[in-house]
């Protein structure tokens, strides 16, 4: 279609034309008709140029985490005999991750391409689709305008923010876990898992004389058996919890779950997740942060069918880790009952508004809440911390190492 220039140069060769008409000039005849032919030209010539464009995308990360730098090459290819006019390039994704990239190439040489570059920076974690990309070449003159979409698509993913920890979430606990105590020795009496060849420095008491006899060969009875220790993290995703989506509250409450996830699957656990209405699955450190990458709040209100799903995982030696916002009291007693069959139990409050911000009595009835909840959990023997949607886990992770009440029942 033409441009703006376009329209002003077929309204002079329609001016150009008036004027020969009245002066009888054929001189001006033949200008007014060359005039009004250049918009076509150029637009043959633009589409000739540009019909045989080829374009690729190129991320250099395409997972990242929130605020970092991700670095995205558009690679324009011109198939053609013939040289391209200068392009305006439009990379269109969400508003969220902000404007559409827009650049400008001068002009792709026959046989040969270009690559322009663009910068994003994720301000908040989620699942994005790159494209479709559109093209604008313009002719020489800019005489006519055309846009060709590419319907190439990449996705970005961008993860919560991982706070790192200094110590593992059951510091005080007995059962092994983390990088010194992931391993548990499992005895059986005289029975034995396994055998292995005798090395200098054993212990000879250990030797398997029914094994030398039967080899020849000096075999060490091997009564250790390794097992991971295992974890569940259970995320509350409803939004009567901890609002909706995007919200300060709820994003806190993912990027906490996301750092204890990582410490813990870091430290030698087995991690099984859970969120709100899913069911419970086994996780990867990144399929624990792609999962909750593209988490939204869900508006169930009851928590009882997330815990019903927890007790199947419940085992003495494994470990608990609830975040939620401040129960209300039906909650409470349903959380600790479920976590009564665990071995370490931590739980995470994150309340869903700042108490600094909000209303005098919307945050005396937050912090009152939280307050119950601390104590109501800590005297059934978990460790609590409770989190402001502006506050880091970071600083109050040291909290756990604190006496604790002792537990009742």
Avoid: C, K
């Avoid at 898992?193 to 094994?211: A, E, K, N, V």
Wanted: charged share 25%.
């Amino acid at each position: 279609m033409p441009s703006g220039r376009g329209l002003v140069t077929l309204a002079a060769a329609l001016g150009l034309w008036l004027g020969a008409r009245l002066v009888g000039s054929p001189t001006l005849h033949v200008v007014a008709v060359g005039v009004a032919v250049l918009p076509f030209a150029a637009a043959w010539f633009g589409r000739r140029a540009n019909r045989q464009l080829a374009i690729r995308r190129r991320i250099d990360r395409p997972r990242v985490a929130v605020g970092q730098r991700v670095t995205v090459e558009l690679e324009v290819e011109n198939r053609s005999p013939a040289s391209t006019s200068f392009l305006l390039l439009e990379d269109r994704f969400p508003s969220t991750l902000g404007r559409s990239a827009r650049l400008v190439l001068a002009g792709v040489p026959a046989q040969r391409s270009q690559v322009a570059r663009y910068t994003v920076v994720p301000p908040t974690r989620g699942r994005y689709t790159l494209g479709p990309l559109v093209v604008e070449p313009a002719d020489p003159f800019a005489l006519t305008r055309r846009r060709i979409e590419f319907r190439i698509r990449d996705e970005l993913i961008v993860t919560p923010q991982v706070e790192r920890l200094a110590e593992d979430p059951d510091a005080r606990s007995g059962t092994p876990t983390g990088v010194s105590r992931a391993r548990r020795l499992l005895r059986t009496g005289e029975e034995f898992f396994t055998m292995r060849q005798y090395q200098t420095g054993d212990d000879l008491r250990r030797i398997h004389w029914p094994s030398v006899a039967r080899t020849g060969e000096l075999m060490i009875r091997q009564d250790e058996s390794s097992r991971r220790a295992r974890g569940v993290l259970l995320l509350d995703t409803r939004e009567g919890a901890l609002g909706a989506s995007r919200s300060p509250g709820f994003e806190r409450a993912v990027s906490v779950a996301a750092s204890i996830g990582v410490l813990m699957l870091r430290s030698g656990f087995s991690l099984r997740l859970a969120l709100g209405e899913t069911q419970v699955l086994l996780v990867t450190e990144e399929q624990l942060l792609d999962t909750l990458a593209g988490v939204a709040h869900h508006t169930s209100r009851a928590i009882s069918p997330a815990l019903t799903r927890l007790r199947r995982e419940a085992s003495p030696d494994a470990t608990l880790v609830v975040v939620t916002g401040p129960p209300a009291p039906p909650e409470l007693t349903s959380i600790i009952r479920a976590g009564a069959a665990f071995g370490p139990r931590l739980a995470v409050l994150v309340q869903p508004t700042d108490p600094a911000t909000a209303p005098s009595g919307r945050a005396e009835f937050v912090r009152d809440r939280a307050e119950s909840g601390r104590l109501s959990l800590a005297r059934s023997g978990w460790d609590v911390l409770v989190l402001t949607p502006s506050m880091r886990l970071r600083d109050a992770w040291q909290t756990i190492r604190a006496p604790r009440p002792a537990a009742t029942g």
